[in-house]
């Protein structure tokens, strides 16, 4: 019996001077792969070729074992929603659902519309039109229109992005937990960092057509496989320097004249040339330098620049290499930051990733 999930080999496509080049993947029945990538990378592209509006000049697409590389839109029963949801505005929300009926294979046991708009908490809505719904109601409907199809997919293509802060957050943990219970797999493209990391099970950085780098949320965070996706991933500081050192899997790095230290399993050679990136929020900040504590790297910095990032505050900082941290309002008054121009910053030598030039 084939496992249930959602398989692409070597997919290819040219449409115009854009091509998708040679991807590959596998999404099981309850898992979420999140499609990371700037604007232009191809991330739609892909998608409206999962979903049969494409025909790729070469690789195959499986839906529970099934081959459906060549079959039509109608026939892959798959679940697209778009940033605008695509709701029918002249019809009622439990029209909108009973739509989704004429696409579900005969004989399917299908749930009654009534059930499914109780399911997903907008059965008070039903004889409402989507003009009337706010963002979030319009993705339930959606969902539920999707669920009457009884698809074997979701794919979707930032539903969230017109919407507000407040209810995105509130949104995404909806549509995480609306996913965990449908136990359908799901493709979902986004350019939000946060959105990605709330909701991916593996993710996908895509660039100019193709997978740059496929992991778990944790690797892609704080394991770039080069400079330019630690970038786009919110790593902040990254330094070109030279491995002078190694001892007992902890590499001592040159730059600028001072010295970083990094630690993990894989060492680069002595001699190599690497790129060191932290995390400002690896960074940690003291008036002094801390005696007792066993962590390796404690820079001496010069205050450079602050401002208010959010619920945080942006420390750029001097060590002799650029340097930046993310710290607390709480620690940002008791260091008096706004003043300081002199601090101590710390970074765990197991908090620095290290790319070979």
Do not use: W
Not at 51 to 64: H, L
Not at 126 to 150: C, I, M, T, Y
């Amino acid at each position: 019996m084939t496992a249930p999930g959602m398989t692409v080999e070597n997919l290819s496509l040219r449409v115009g001077a854009f091509a998708l080049r040679d991807i590959s993947f596998t999404v099981g029945a309850d898992e979420i792969l999140v499609i990371l990538g700037h604007s232009g990378a191809g991330k739609t592209v892909l998608l409206e070729t999962i979903a049969g509006f494409n025909r790729p000049d070469r690789g195959r697409i499986r839906i529970d074992g099934e081959d459906v590389t060549a079959a039509p839109p109608e026939a892959r029963r798959i679940g697209f929603m778009f940033q605008d949801y695509a709701l029918f505005p002249h019809l009622t929300v439990a029209q909108n659902v009973a739509f989704g009926r004429r696409f579900a294979p005969s004989g399917t046991d299908a749930e009654p519309v009534e059930a499914l708009l109780e399911r997903l908490g907008v059965r008070h809505l039903a004889d409402r039109k989507p003009k009337h719904l706010s963002g979030g109601e319009k993705q339930r409907v959606a969902l539920a229109r999707a669920l009457a199809a009884s698809s074997r997919l979701f794919l979707f293509d930032e539903p969230l992005a017109a919407l507000d802060a407040r209810s995105r957050d509130q949104l995404r943990r909806d549509l995480k937990e609306f996913l965990r219970l449908a136990s359908v797999p799901a493709v979902y493209v986004t350019h939000d960092q946060a959105e990605a990391l709330a909701l991916a099970d593996t993710i996908a950085v895509m660039r100019q057509g193709s997978f740059a780098q496929v992991g778990t949320p944790s690797a892609i965070f704080n394991t770039p496989a080069d400079a330019e996706i630690a970038a786009f991933v919110g790593v902040e500081t990254v330094v070109e320097g030279k491995v002078v050192a190694l001892t007992d899997g902890v590499a001592r790095i040159a730059v600028n004249g001072a010295f970083v230290h990094a630690a993990g399993a894989v060492m680069p050679p002595v001699g190599a040339r690497v790129l060191a990136c932290i995390r400002p929020e690896d960074v940690a900040l003291a008036v002094l330098p801390q005696r007792d504590s066993s962590v390796r790297n404690q820079f001496p910095a010069r205050v450079v620049a602050t401002e208010s990032a959010g619920l945080l505050f942006k420390i750029a900082l001097d060590c002799g290499f650029p340097l930046v941290a993310y710290v607390s309002k709480q620690s940002y008054l008791e260091l008096d930051l706004a003043n300081r121009r002199e601090a101590v910053a710390s970074v765990k030598a197991t908090a620095v990733h290290l790319i070979a030039r």
